[in-house]
């Protein structure tokens, strides 16, 4: 793997050989000692020209769990802020010798034009970018409901048959679009639920169902449901009438959480609004994989860096 | 291209069957054993040793598998290699003696590899080396406690191991390279 810029372009077995590979990072983290020496003297630099906790750090983690050299890079404090462009901030990093980059940035393509560009010679790793994508997160969400559904026998396996609700914002969420060309290529069946004027007007040639009523859909017994986090930031238009009917009719409340099927599964990208798009109770339930989500995060990230960082480059 | 046979399947049960002997000499006993494979086919040996080990004792002896891939010093020298599966018994390695077995010992780089990932799973009491087949050629300073067949080879040759449960066929051959 040269660059993980989207899930659109991985066909069902390479995905499910970054889910499995994902497996074997994961059982390495039970150990006494969990740092493995795999990735000894490659260093990886974390571009985030956007704001995030968990997925820097969870990259943070995966590369220093694998002994790579980890360079945090914010654009805020930096010469972005001075005007700096993103090619010369590349060719910075590429003179330092970054193996890989991990970026988030604001700009749908940003990543792929890092890659396309021949600024720099690393494998770069879409950590977000805009409304776009964010494929280690549909990663770590596909590994998390492979897991719930088969546990310890989930190596080769797929998603066939499974049903996935995705709730809330579909139209800014970069989770989302991941997860949706993810789920499909490993044979699962996605239903987008939101209102009408946060899902996206056009949807042909999208592997994905639509549904603008939360209860109906969650009649027909979802195997997941995941919730989207509403995005104040990027909520600067009338989308909603107010949080409070947001969450009467979007939210997954206390009500709709006991209506749930046995084993369905309560899943969000974190970080969560609570109260808005998922109760207190929903999130802390036995059901929600929130916390698992996490620590899944830095197994998958293992596994992407490991599959763009080691091997004999092939370009 | 010539290939001659070295072992044949009778050859290699009862190279097995000795090294099962040996390793029960050798710990004076079950007590405290663990087997260890290295995939792919080394697992496939550790099973059959730990099945020969315990009938001969009389004790079940854990047998799980170490996967190296991880710790391999030659990862960017090769394509990228998909990691096996790890399973260490639910007794750990603490204080146990550990049998490594793997098929073929050659330059000693993967049982380097496998000391280092033990080393990050626990503290066993001594680490031993079953191999099949030690063809020499030996970068490391590095040798086997049990073997089943020492086999001088020239390093342009290539031996094949092949057993039941992995290729259906059960030998091991050596060829002439052709490089």
New interface residues.
Partial sequence: MRHLLSTRDLSRDAAIHILDVAEDMADTQTREVRKLPTLRGKTVVNLFFEDSTRTRISFEAAAKRLSADVINFSAKGSSVSKGESLKDTAQTLEEMGADAVVIRHGASGAPHTLAASGWIDAGIVNAGDGTHEHPTQALLDAFTIRRCLHGSASRGRALDGVTVAIVGDILHSRVARSNVWLLSALGARTVFVGPPTLVPNHLEGWPAEVSFDLDATLATGPDVVMMLRIQSERMNDAFFPNPREYSRRWGLDDERLARLGPDTIVMHPGPMNRGLEISSRAADSPRSTVREQVANGVSARMAVLYLLLSGERED | MSARVVLQHADISRALTRIAHEILESNRGPDDLVILGIPTRGVVLARRVARLVSEISGTGVPVGSL?VT??RDD????????????SIPARGLDGATVVLVDDVLYSGRTIRAAL?AI????RPRAVRLAALVDRGHRELPIRPDFVGKNLPSSPSERIFVRLEDVDGEESVTIEQGGV
């Fill in positions: 996967d991880m710790y990862l960017s020298r090769n394509p990228t290699r998909a990691p096996s599966p790890t280092d080393g990050d799973i626990g």
